[in-house]
């Protein structure tokens, strides 16, 4: 799971450490064996925009402020072609936010739902 988290998601060594210590790392661990296939159906996806383009549904999208670029363009990209979408930056955070700063993850989903 660090191999993963290290080389694959780029993870920076300080995120990583905080990341070992909360209390889902023991799950992360037990779930190792479907990286692969959780890898393979993410890189065998296509995203077809009209799939989407009648999806009435207010939807909440988040982006991590230091997240790599390709999360960026995948927030942009589902942003552009869902009606009635938002998109909620989490400055200093990456793809982990819900995990490293679960009150502001939690606070922004409430707001949305509250609204």
């Known amino acids: 799971m660090e ?8 993870m920076p060594e300080q995120e990583l450490q905080a990341f070992r210590r909360l209390p889902m790392w023991r799950t992360r661990i037990g779930l190792t064996p479907t990286i692969p296939r959780e890898m393979a159906l993410d890189w065998g996806y296509d995203f077809h925009a009209e799939r989407f383009a009648s999806f009435d549904v207010p939807t909440l999208l988040f982006l991590g402020g230091d997240s790599p670029p390709v999360f960026r363009q995948a927030v942009e990209m589902a942003s552009s072609v869902l009606p009635d979408s938002r998109v909620v930056v ?11 700063a679960p009150e502001l ?4 989903v409430l707001r949305f739902l509250l609204e």
Not at 3 to 10: G, P, T
Not at 90 to 100: K, L, N
Not at 105 to 108: K, L, P
Request: charged residues 25%; proline residues 4%; hydrophobic residues 50%.
């Open 90 to 100: 989490f400055p200093g955070q990456r793809h982990v936010a819900m995990d490293t």
């Open 105 to 108: 993850f939690v606070s922004e």
């Open 3 to 10: 191999l993963f988290f290290r080389e694959v998601v780029r």
